[in-house]
């Protein structure tokens, strides 16, 4: 056998220190990770000052958008006695409670529409939340009723989106409902102390259920799996997607989840 293939009796005289190169590798991912992030902030910030170019044509366009959608609000409040047909809408139903979901207008023109939509807590597109059905929040949704899609959801439905969809509102910040400890202590003296009972408050529209929906974030939901199948622009009524679409919200809110 020849000498080249003899392998040799002693250990290398080098010593390698394990302990070292995985203190050398974890500070080096460190500080690439560091770097990753300073690089995203600088962008974030180079975004924000940036100030794209915009045609004269946008901004005319926007204010005919705006002047369409309050001409169509006074017509509505004008032509049809909307105080009338909210309070019957409320009254000819069993249903005590509303799933209003945001399906459209990514800008919204309109000041009133845009301020509505806050006092609703629905700032971006696919935004739910639940609504007393009542005289007012019907007016409301006449309103607004070309952007959302609303009707009665089910308790399986309210269930659904507790679970897969619910942050709370704690302090400003939303926060992932993690365990029945953090509901007891925010809602423990108005006699909510699980998610249970958070669930049983809205379908029920209990006496508690402003504070619930105030400790609730609005739901952040994504586009209908297949798409919309109608036209967004058309009424529910006319073969189309948007306004009151009764039970029909629970099969809708399934494909958004």
């Known amino acids: 056998m020849s000498d080249k293939y003899a392998v040799p009796n002693k250990l290398p005289g080098k010593t390698v220190s394990v302990l070292k190169h995985r203190k050398r590798r974890i500070q080096q991912d460190k500080s690439v990770l560091e770097q990753k992030r300073t690089e995203r902030i600088k962008r974030l910030k180079k975004a924000k000052t940036h100030h794209k170019f915009r045609r004269a044509e946008s901004f005319v366009m926007g204010y005919l958008k705006a002047e ?20 019957k809408a409320a009254a000819d139903t069993n249903h005590k ?13 309109d000041k ?12 971006q597109r696919h935004n739910a939340v ?31 989106l507790l679970f897969k969809k619910g942050f709370a509102s704690i302090d400003g910040k939303k926060t992932a409902i993690q365990s ?17 009972d958070i669930i049983h408050e809205i379908y029920t529209v209990g006496p508690n259920f402003a504070a619930v929906n105030e400790f609730l974030c ?19 009524k006319r073969g189309g997607e948007y306004g009151d679409r009764g039970t029909g919200i629970n099969e809708l809110i399934a494909r958004c989840l």
């Open 68 to 87: 369409r959608t309050s001409k169509r609000i006074r017509q509505t409040i004008l032509r049809t006695n909307v105080t009338e047909q909210s309070a």
């Open 97 to 109: 409670l509303l799933l209003v979901m945001r399906h459209a207008g990514k800008k919204i023109f």
């Open 112 to 123: 009133t529409t845009s301020e509505i939509f806050k006092t609703l807590r629905m700032g």
């Open 130 to 160: 639940f609504l007393e059905n009542n005289k007012e929040n019907q007016l409301l949704l006449r309103v607004i009723e070309p952007y959302v899609v609303y009707g009665f959801p089910t308790l399986s439905t309210i269930r659904e």
């Open 180 to 196: 029945n400890t953090m509901v007891e202590e925010q809602l423990g003296d108005k006699g909510v102390i699980c998610l249970e």
């Open 218 to 236: 609005s739901f952040m939901l994504s586009s209908p799996r297949d798409g919309w199948k109608k036209k967004v622009s058309v009424s529910f």
